[in-house]
């Protein structure tokens, strides 16, 4: 029996649109005294150097001074992202306190506060609570609001929760928490708090399928599984169309550099087309298009056999579209989205593109491929050019690019690069806001003739330095008439090592980018 064969089969009913649907965790807002909250773990702050937090103070007296006790003994100091869980307390309804630390009150913001809730999580994960009610109203950042935390608490509890266990013959244990709650700080608040958790808990929810498409492998998360998933979100949502180009269509469109890519697979090539009507029919929508190389050898110009199966990732820019449309859909964001996905297999093959060869574009630009391996802007410029079509807005495109990205940013920052600066400010701002970070690098001409040829318009590739600029100035030569943005996430997209696996990012950064958005 071919076993590869065998899974791809047994695989193919299984949607990842259809599993982020479900419903596993339920988020509320309840209102009481801390003491007086039925819980099988409750979460309140200590600040550095054993200060309490309200919350905890309340629960200190009732305990009769376990708590400070505790900070006297030193074994809780308050550090930032340390946690102690109490057993059992007496005078009190929880079953468990747990005292996370927070870290020095003045300096107290939204990283600190996402801190906090991951490591009150990842320890709750360990005892395996079924309820969690977060209790840390007294600890406001200094640069969000309370809406902010609700948001965060959901989206938080959602990415926790997240196992893989699709191609596993055992699956892996599901986490045990079942509700979270929080409480209210004016009640008349109430129903803000608890959009607030819906908001966060749909981004969660996103961020998980685009983990789940990126760590399928490539057998099978292939072009035609990814068009799969497009078109399952359609048939779930009315405000959402799907339209799959297959190769011969690209043909007929002259998308040569796209095909040039898939030349050497059996698997074809797809080019996908979501899009979510949130506003009149004539408003121009904000287009954002993915890097959807659902495999990558290298091609001809073949990479070394280390650490190669992580090629599968390189589709993950295509699987942050596919969540976000998802996203943006279940929030009823009021604008038109267009989401596109380049989706192509990248393979060695008799009929597979050589280094050399030169191929014409759907705008008309010939590009040398000088090598094979730069594949992503290949696809890439082709669905630029095609989008162009829906007279967007702006326009983003996310991929897993270069190399040079990695090694200049680690797996912390995504890459950003732009034609204009007014859209880089507010993408910038938006990383900023939901903690998804990025940083511009210049788009200058100076880079340009790097990617000079003799035989054609254009290389695909502009020499050994400046890579991930390089990489932009190519795209940028097929944007011209855009507002413009390339994110390049080769560095967050995915970890490597023991913690190997997709990242989802960077999907909160596009839904908060969108939520800014007017129609």
């Known amino acids: 029996m071919n076993l590869g064969l065998s899974i791809k089969v047994r695989a193919a009913k299984y949607s990842a649109i259809e599993e982020s649907l479900k419903e596993f965790m339920r988020y509320s807002v309840k209102g009481g005294s801390p003491d007086k909250i039925v819980t099988e773990c409750i979460v309140v702050a200590i600040w550095s150097n054993g200060r309490l937090s309200d919350e905890a103070k309340i629960l200190d007296t009732k305990t009769k ?46 990283a600190s506060a996402n801190k906090l809730i991951i490591s009150a999580f990842k320890a709750c994960l360990k005892i395996e609570s079924a309820s969690i009610h977060f209790c840390i109203n007294s600890c406001e950042p200094s640069d969000r609001d309370r809406y902010w935390i609700a948001s965060r608490i959901s989206q938080e509890a959602e990415i926790a929760g997240y196992r893989y266990g699709t191609t596993k013959s055992k699956k892996p244990k599901a986490w045990a928490t079942k509700t979270v709650s929080l409480p209210p700080k004016v009640s008349g608040h109430r129903k803000s708090l608890e959009s ?11 961020v998980n399928v685009a983990r789940e498409l990126g760590n399928l492998p490539g057998n099978i998360c292939t072009p035609t599984y990814l068009a799969e998933q497009a078109t399952s979100l359609a048939n779930k949502n009315r405000r959402v169309s799907a339209k799959i180009l297959s190769e011969k269509q690209m043909a007929r469109l002259g998308m040569g550099s796209l095909l040039s890519v898939s030349a050497g697979s059996a698997e074809e090539a797809k080019l996908i087309v979501i899009e ?74 008799s009929k597979a593109t050589k280094p050399g060869d030169i191929v014409t574009t759907m705008s008309g630009k010939t590009v040398e491929i000088l090598n094979t391996d730069a594949e992503g802007r290949l696809v890439l410029c082709d669905a630029l050019t095609y989008v162009e079509r829906f007279k967007p807005q702006t326009v983003i495109d996310i991929a897993t690019l270069t190399g040079a990205a990695v090694a200049t940013f680690g797996s912390y920052v995504n890459a950003l690069l732009s034609n204009n600066q007014s859209l880089a400010e507010t993408i910038i701002e938006s990383g900023e806001q939901c903690l998804d970070r990025a940083w511009q690098l210049p788009l200058w001409d100076d880079y340009q003739h790097l990617l000079n040829s003799n035989f054609a318009d254009i290389a695909n590739i502009g020499g050994p330095r400046a890579g991930t600029i390089t990489a932009a100035c190519f795209l940028s030569r097929f944007t011209k008439n855009q507002k413009w943005a390339h994110l390049d996430i080769a560095g967050s997209a995915w970890h490597s090592g023991a913690q190997k696996g997709a990242t989802g990012r960077p999907v909160s950064l596009l839904v908060e980018y969108l939520s800014k958005q007017k129609a």
């Open 65 to 110: 001074k376990l708590i400070s006790g505790l900070i006297r003994s030193g074994d809780l100091k308050g550090n930032l992202g340390e946690t102690h869980l109490i057993y059992h307390p007496p005078g009190i309804k929880s079953k468990r306190i747990l005292l996370a630390g927070a870290g020095e009150k003045k300096k107290f913001n939204g």
């Open 196 to 206: 607030s958790l819906k908001r966060g808990q749909a981004i969660g929810k996103a």
């Open 276 to 349: 979510y009507s949130g506003a009149k029919a004539n408003t121009r929508p904000h287009a954002i298009v993915g890097k959807g190389i659902t495999f990558d050898t290298g091609g001809i110009s073949l990479k070394s056999s280390g650490g190669m199966d992580e090629m599968k990732f390189d589709m993950c820019g295509a699987a942050s579209v596919i969540a976000t449309m998802g996203c943006v859909a279940e929030l009823k964001l009021p604008i038109n989205v267009v989401g596109l996905v380049a989706a192509a297999e990248n393979m060695p093959g």
